[in-house]
């Protein structure tokens, strides 16, 4: 706490004693000890625990206007936010609400409408292929303003279970300037299996100027079943690369895979990249400022599951993308 005080003349730090002093500490809730209130103005927030996570998390909240949620898709096979097995996405459900966000779940297919208390719209992997509507209804969101994180994976199919190709869905993000290709990126290196890891989840190390990535140098990141794909401005849109796999990455496009194990294909490796970000140009104004759409697009939705979201950089990652 000293600390906060010292950084800036704008926080001040007082101690206050509930038994001392009880109608000071009704008047701003404390019921026990070990309580921390930061207010300014009529505004409270209350951090969780005497941490520096939670108490620049309460300071987060109590700045905010509003509340901002972000809504994951489903009905269409995606990850699930409440399983606790490997592939959900619960884990990252409470680092978004540990973050100040509230979190739902939209059922595009069953109503292909997003709802204006969508803040962000999270893609989150669908296994099956959208209907038209859904996929208009996601490219009128961002292009009437709206920010959305597209999670799509390779179309492979193996014995157990296959990714559809989702290609209304592809069209409709390779018109904004993202073209996700037809592949899986293996890692050749073997330095995955050091944390347990096979060629099938790919090691990215390279990250560009975008604000997202730009404070992610010497972090690795690590994509489980991720494809490649192409970033270029759209002619409404401004598209940029943000996040590229090591030098030692080649691609496999034979993704049929229900008669056997995958082979590693031949080549030379390179660096490929996986995710891109971008912005569409509305032509509308809001506030006096011109309006964008937001998307960003990565070719895997494993990233941020349970078993990998813990792995060297993702979380920061997940919520810069956030």
């Not at 059922?107 to 893609?123: D, G, M, R, Y």
């Not at 209804?137 to 994180?149: I, T």
């Not at 759409?293 to 494993?302: E, I, K, P, Q």
């Not at 813990?310 to 979380?315: H, L």
């Amino acid at each position: 706490l000293d600390r906060y005080s010292n950084l800036s003349p704008k926080l001040k730090v007082a101690y206050l004693d509930p038994f001392k002093k009880p109608q000071l500490a009704k008047q701003y809730g404390i019921t026990q000890t070990g309580t921390i209130v930061i207010t300014a103005g009529d505004k409270r927030e209350e951090a969780r625990s005497l941490s520096e996570e939670e108490i620049t998390s309460a300071l987060i909240r109590l700045q905010k206007s509003g509340v901002k949620t972000v809504c994951f898709t489903t009905g269409a096979g995606e990850h699930s936010l409440d399983d606790s097995t490997g592939s959900a996405y619960s884990s990252f459900k409470q680092l978004v609400e540990k973050n100040n966000y509230k979190t739902d779940s939209i059922n595009l297919i069953e109503k292909p409408q997003i709802a204006p208390a969508c803040s962000i719209v999270v893609v989150a992997g669908p296994r099956v292929d959208y209907p038209q509507p859904v996929v208009d209804a996601l490219k009128k969101y961002v292009e009437d303003g709206g920010r959305a994180l597209f999670l799509a994976d390779p179309p492979l199919k193996t014995a157990k279970e296959s990714v559809a190709d989702n290609q209304p869905l592809m069209d409709v993000l390779k018109s904004w300037g993202v073209t996700l290709d037809k592949d899986l990126v293996l890692d050749t290196s073997g330095l995955g299996g050091l944390y347990g890891m096979g060629p099938e989840v790919a090691l990215a190390t390279k990250y560009e100027t975008h604000p997202i990535v730009r404070e992610m140098k010497r972090t690795a990141t690590a994509f489980p079943l991720v494809r490649s794909m192409e970033a270029a401005p759209g002619s409404n849109t401004s598209v940029e690369k943000i996040v590229s796999t090591s030098s030692n990455s080649i691609a496999a496009t034979t993704l049929n895979l229900t008669s056997g194990s995958l082979q590693m294909p031949k080549g030379d490796p390179k660096s490929y990249t996986i995710a891109a970000a971008g912005t569409y140009r509305t032509g509308q104004q809001k506030d006096g400022n011109n309006l964008e759409g937001r998307f960003v697009v990565v070719g895997s939705s494993d990233f941020v599951s349970n078993y990998a979201l813990g792995f060297g950089g993702n979380r920061d990652l997940a919520l810069n993308m956030l």
